[in-house]
């Protein structure tokens, strides 16, 4: 019979911090399975912890944040677009 751990939500995003830096990259699904949680609460900690800089979140799980290349887009989805200015400094109606 294999023991499982329940961890306190402190205790396991800091044990999942430490996995995430030695693996450098994780993904949901492994962290349901090392952890024992359920999909959303693994988005959830790892938002959290991208939230504090700590990792960079891509689709389906993350990379520690020494391992993410600067400023980078990690997803494929385009960048938004930005609205040209008319440049004379008004607002313009369009009607």
């Not at 952890?35 to 693994?42: G, K, L, R, V, Y």
């Amino acid at each position: 019979m294999t023991k499982v751990t329940i961890y306190s939500g402190l205790e396991r995003r800091e044990q999942l911090m430490r996995f995430t830096q030695t693996r450098e990259r994780v993904t949901i699904e492994e962290l349901c399975d090392l952890f024992n949680i359920s999909p959303a609460t693994a988005r959830r900690d790892l938002q959290l912890l991208a939230d504090e800089g700590k990792l960079r979140r891509f689709h389906g799980g993350a990379i520690a944040a020494k391992s993410a290349p600067p400023n980078r887009r990690l997803s494929n989805a385009p960048a938004p677009k930005q609205q040209k200015s008319s440049g004379s400094g008004r607002r313009q109606r369009h009607w």
